[in-house]
């Protein structure tokens, strides 16, 4: 039930950069609310991998936390 939350926010993010990049035609700037969602989706199947035993997809996710929280930092310089 946790990796389809986390994947439902993953989803979620998705929508949102979406809905941005299309009010926005011209914007090619990554959303700060795509990342957020992102990295709490990701966060959620991390929890779920290393709960459910499946430790490599459990540290995959949380690189992709890691890197998507660098992007963030970045964005907000």
Known sequence: MLAL??????VLAWIIQLAVL??????KTINKWFI??????AL???YDG???GAT???IANLVAVVVAGLVLIKLKK
Do not use: E
């Open 5 to 10: 939350i986390g994947l439902i926010l993953i």
């Open 22 to 27: 299309m009010k926005k035609k011209k914007s």
């Open 36 to 41: 957020l969602v992102y990295m709490i989706g």
């Open 44 to 46: 959620v199947l991390t």
């Open 50 to 52: 290393f709960t459910g």
């Open 56 to 58: 490599s997809l459990a």
